[in-house]
């Protein structure tokens, strides 16, 4: 039943747009309303905060739904579970409340923001410095790639409070949009997801109060790995999402499209190749939805599954774009068509949350 509702919903008020927002690279607003006025805009909030309580799967089914239609709006309920998680795994009470509750409402979003200029894979090695201030904290430094920043009004920022203790002199904190010293880079040029803005956050003397920590200090690189651990599947679900899109466009553009008298789909060479795009995408959401299930429940071997089912379900959307863009033969390498979209926004789900090499050191690191 969530699975059609969504579908229907982003059928008729995401996929209109789709096209446009990545032609004009513009933010979907329309996207935006639509999830919110259903209440599918950050589905993961425990309904005790005021949120729809979707559990991990639930929030996945979501997340894959929008992006067969349009992968950056698949960023919204994506992002915002991403950026909220930190306070829901390790934040008190009282941040809790304060931040959850307006995001629920839809009131503001929420981004992540753990990398800089020059620590991406190494976030470990990041700059960005808090230092204590009586009842404050004071931050300075730059943070890099922030997805749907200048769009969010909350943003969980990591930073070091000590930097004799390296990944555990990190800690985490709430930042607001309108917190004096918080500005915003220009939106990057990207291959992809186009809609979904991707922008520099600079922090300028930003004061904020001591409160606003997450969790401990120290602990704000733990909670940012644990976290990862947890959304690393909702860009497996992007990912399973934008390459049902491309493989349900090409079923039935074979369909349709005749050569040599007969439809394209009638020759074996396409049949088989429709069926490895099925055949892999299939084993890419079993992978992601058993991984859910262990984000759930905390499993102990979340770690390896979550980064297996990032890493698998990303080259397939890689794999099965392409093929959808082969499919469509020289149609499907222009923007007439929407596989070639689709192929541009699979690329970045083998990117960012760690690249797929960092997938592939985190399962080496944690074999079951
Ligand atoms: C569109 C977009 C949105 C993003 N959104 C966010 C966001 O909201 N919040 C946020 O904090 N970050 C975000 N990111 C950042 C993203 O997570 C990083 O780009 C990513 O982790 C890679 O870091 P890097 O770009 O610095 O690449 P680098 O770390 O410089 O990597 C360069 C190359 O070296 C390889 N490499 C690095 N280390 C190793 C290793 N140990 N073994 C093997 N290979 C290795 C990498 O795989 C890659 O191929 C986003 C990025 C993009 C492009």
């Not at 639509?34 to 805009?41: E, G, I, R, S």
């Not at 079923?251 to 040599?260: A, D, H, I, L, N």
């Amino acid at each position: 039943m969530l699975r059609d509702s969504v579908r229907a919903l982003s059928e008729a008020k995401i996929a209109p747009f789709a096209a446009d927002v990545d032609e004009e690279g513009r933010f979907p607003q329309e996207a935006l309303d639509a999830l919110v006025a259903n209440d599918l805009h950050a589905v993961h909030v425990p309904e005790s905060y005021g949120g729809a309580g979707a559990d991990a799967l639930a929030t996945v089914i979501v997340i894959e739904e929008v992006a067969r239609v349009c992968g950056s709006s698949s960023l919204i309920p994506a992002v915002n579970k991403l950026g909220s998680l930190p306070v829901i795994l390790s934040g008190s009470e009282e941040l809790k409340k304060k931040y959850l509750g307006p995001l629920a409402k839809g009131d503001g979003m929420f981004s992540y923001c753990l990398s800089e200029p020059d620590a991406g894979s190494d976030a470990g090695g990041m700059k960005t410095k808090a230092v204590r201030d009586g009842d404050f904290w004071v931050l300075n430094g730059v943070k890099r790639w922030i997805t749907n920043a200048g769009v969010s009004d909350y943003y969980t920022v990591m930073a070091v409070t000590d930097p004799e203790k390296r990944t555990k002199g990190i800690s985490a904190f709430v930042v607001e949009k309108g917190d004096e010293g918080v500005s915003f880079g220009a939106p990057e040029k990207k291959l992809g997801i186009k809609g979904s803005p991707t922008r520099e956050v600079y922090l300028d003397n930003v004061r904020i109060p001591a409160d606003r920590m997450i969790g401990e200090e120290g602990t704000g690189f733990a909670t940012a790995m644990k976290t990862l651990d947890h959304t690393r599947i909702t860009i497996a679900a992007q990912a399973l999402g934008i390459a049902q899109g491309a493989l349900d466009y090409a079923k039935s553009y074979v369909r349709e499209r005749k050569q040599f008298g007969k439809p394209v789909g009638d020759f074996q060479g396409v049949q088989f190749m429709l069926a490895d795009m099925a055949m892999k995408l299939e084993a890419a959401r079993q992978l992601t939805y058993a991984a859910a299930a262990k984000s759930e429940r905390g499993d102990s071997d979340l770690t390896f599954q979550g980064a297996a089912a990032k890493c698998f379900a990303s080259d397939v959307a890689m794999e099965v774009t392409t093929d959808a863009v082969q499919l469509l033969g020289g149609y499907g390498y222009t923007r007439d068509y929407p596989v070639e979209r689709m192929m541009r926004d699979a690329k970045i789900t083998q990117i960012y949350e760690g690249t797929n090499q960092v997938q592939r050191v985190v399962m080496a690191r944690n074999l079951p």
